[in-house]
């Protein structure tokens, strides 16, 4: 079983910062790719950036790269997500999400299997 809780969204201005948690709870956490996904109202859900626990390795979505920045502690097994620069298109509700291999992109919603329960992400201009 995989549980994922995540936390730190709030609402700021446009050129403001922003850091998500997400505290993961798996076996072979080492073998998980942990994304963050959001969904803004009336949107598709889009992969933001995602990590391969295994190695470190990083992925971005172009709408983010350069600004937001996504790592890991493994000690705590949890996953930040570094938002900076933030744009008034960046609001939505951001989830934390986990699966183990690869699939189709790690930046794929659907190959998603375990979800967090969502923080909300506000910028106003």
């Known amino acids: 079983q995989v549980q994922l809780v995540d936390a730190g969204g709030g609402s700021v201005q446009a050129g403001g910062s922003l850091r998500l948690s997400c505290v993961v709870y798996?076996?072979?956490?080492?073998?998980?790719?942990i994304a963050w996904i959001r969904q803004a109202p009336g949107k598709e859900r889009e992969g933001v950036a995602a990590?391969?626990?295994?190695?470190?390795?990083?992925y971005y979505a172009d709408s983010v790269k350069g600004r937001f920045t996504i790592s890991q502690d493994n000690a705590k097994s949890t996953v930040y997500l570094q938002m900076n620069s933030l744009k008034p298109e960046d609001t939505a509700m951001y989830y934390c999400?986990?699966?183990?291999?690869?699939?189709?992109?790690?930046?794929?919603?659907?190959?998603?299997?375990?979800w967090g329960q969502g923080t909300q992400v506000t910028v106003s201009s």
């Open positions: 990590i391969y626990v295994g190695d470190g390795s990083t």
């Open positions: 798996a076996y072979a956490y080492s073998s998980t790719y």
């Open positions: 999400a986990a699966r183990y291999g690869l699939g189709r992109s790690p930046l794929w919603p659907n190959d998603y299997k375990y």
